[in-house]
């Protein structure tokens, strides 16, 4: 098997950035500043337009926890039904009960809601008590693979049970490394972990295109991002990571 990349984006425009850039497939999602929340149904219609790749859609209704309300869980699910219906590929999802366990009872429905769609536990499994019984139990759902940093801040650091886990998992499902994967540490990464699929994000900074510019108004509250620059997916830098990663097939 060949190596897999997939982009973390968060607009069409880095969408389009990223299939340019030469990855596979994307995860689109938007807030990235929050660890990515549901894009809008335009956005995904929008991307799926525009794109020949995969499409995953992030469905996470809000930053924060993996707990959700009753009401959440309801958005989530009217979520997955708008992606479905704009043709994304697959989702992206994460639901967690309060002890820290993979809630299978919701985790069983938004699977069954989502198919044909692929499906992909996100970096909520980072913050599960026990990555084991979860690999396990996501099996048992029919979740599609495992995006995941090994419960650490990076994958480097994390990347002992990423490569048990993908040992563990033996083919079963996919366990994809993400989260500080760079040009210069993909090739080591490869090798170590086992795996073949890969979450970059391949980000360079973007100056609004605004002449003139208000510094006495501010749209956020007071820890913000810049508002006359924003991070977004860069095709050059995407295109790095790809051939890096095809130094090792």
Known sequence: MGILLEAC????????AAQEGGVQRVELCANLLEGGTTPSAGTIELTRRRLTIGVN????PRGGDFCYSPAEFEVMKLDVEVAKRAGADGIVIGILTEDGSVDRARTAELVQLARPMTVTFHRAF???RDPYEAMEALIDLGVDRILTSGQESSVLEGIDLIADLVRKADGRIIIMPGAGITERNIQRIVDLSGAQEFHVVGAACTDSRMAYRSTRVF????????????????AGCIAALVQAARRRE
Do not use: F, H, Q
């Open 9 to 16: 984006v968060d607009s069409v425009e880095a969408a389009v």
């Open 57 to 60: 859609v992030m469905i996470r």
């Open 126 to 128: 980072d913050v599960l």
């Open 219 to 234: 749209m956020g509250g007071e820890l913000r991002p810049p508002e006359y620059s924003r991070m977004t997916t860069d």
